[in-house]
């Protein structure tokens, strides 16, 4: 276990938890990305990642963590080594929270957990990216200390989306 408190719990996924990571990232994403990113495309991906696609990611996946709020999965957050910076070791992949949970300071401990796995790990800074247009997000990792360094385009169809890089050293 990674935290641990009377009712905030973040752990490893387990096969069990597939169903309500299914939940936590289709309400999350739709909540995150409607209107920003393309119905078509937003949709496919939800769908894409039903629980056998959760089953599959938490067999393989050992930094898949859940966030556990009086014993119900509310949250996720995955992490590791970065896919593309060398001079940011670490990244955080996702974290998403169900709509309901979010505010309150859950998504911190999440963070907070990555980081700590990270450490572990020895990576040498931390790197995580998010959709310009997803102000919540940006908000998020601003208030944390992370700061833009990067800024790429991802198309979604006709449509290209701006990502930005959010920086810890």
């Known amino acids: 276990m990674?935290?641990?408190s009377p009712l905030v719990k973040i752990r490893s996924a387990?096969?069990?938890d597939s169903g309500a990571l299914?939940?936590?990232f289709r309400d999350g994403w739709r909540n995150a990305y409607t209107g920003i990113i393309p119905?078509?495309?937003l949709e496919k991906m939800i769908r894409e990642r039903d629980e056998a696609w959760w089953r599959g990611a938490i067999t393989k996946d050992r930094n898949l963590i859940v966030l556990d709020a009086a014993d119900v999965v509310v949250g996720y957050a995955t992490c590791g080594r970065s896919r593309g910076s060398r001079s940011y070791q670490g990244e955080i992949y996702e974290i998403y929270l169900?709509?309901?949970y979010q505010g309150i300071g859950l998504g911190e401990h999440l963070f907070e957990a990555c980081r700590t796995l990270l450490d572990e790990r020895h990576f040498d800074g931390l790197i995580v990216w998010a959709l310009a247009d997803n102000v919540t997000a940006a908000d998020f990792y601003w208030r944390r200390g992370g700061r833009p360094i990067g800024e790429v385009k991802e198309p979604f169809g006709r449509t290209k989306l701006s990502k930005?890089?959010?920086?810890?050293?």
């Open 2 to 4: 990674i935290v641990s």
């Open 14 to 16: 387990t096969l069990k």
């Open 22 to 24: 299914t939940t936590v």
């Open 39 to 41: 119905s078509m495309y």
């Open 98 to 100: 169900a709509p309901v």
């Open 164 to 169: 930005i890089a959010f920086g810890w050293r």
